[in-house]
């Protein structure tokens, strides 16, 4: 059974950093993407960042800047680190992973809660 499970969500003031950690089991995603979308409260879910197997990357316009993508293979996790955090980017983050697609992915975390405050 595919699970991933996201840490290092929290309260942070604008202008901070937090960094995101998603942890997989139950299969292993190094010749997969995995990647993390958001949604924010009264808003649609949203693709956020997607790293390929080949560590390339891509992000929505929004964060490009400000929000870095990487991933660990041997610890089959991937990471967020999010820099210069403004109020909308207060969302509940969730991490993805197998076919990540603009809209949709194959496995979902459960997410992870980022408030960003004034």
């Known amino acids: 059974q595919v699970q991933l499970v996201e840490s290092g969500g929290g309260l942070v003031q604008a202008g901070g950093s937090l960094r995101l950690s998603c942890q997989a089991s139950?299969?292993?995603?190094?010749?997969?993407?995995m990647g993390w979308f958001r949604q924010a409260p009264e808003k649609e879910r949203e693709f956020v960042a997607r790293i390929n197997w080949s560590h390339n990357t891509y992000y929505t316009d929004s964060v490009k800047g400000r929000f870095t993508i990487s991933r660990d293979n041997a610890k089959n996790t991937v990471y967020l680190q999010m820099n210069s955090l403004k109020s909308e980017d207060t969302a509940v983050y969730y991490c993805?992973?197998?076919?990540?697609?603009?809209?949709?992915?194959?496995?979902w975390g459960k997410g992870t809660l980022v408030t960003v405050s004034l």
């Open positions: 139950g299969r292993t995603f190094s010749g997969s993407s």
């Open positions: 993805v992973a197998g076919v990540v697609g603009p809209i949709s992915a194959d496995y």
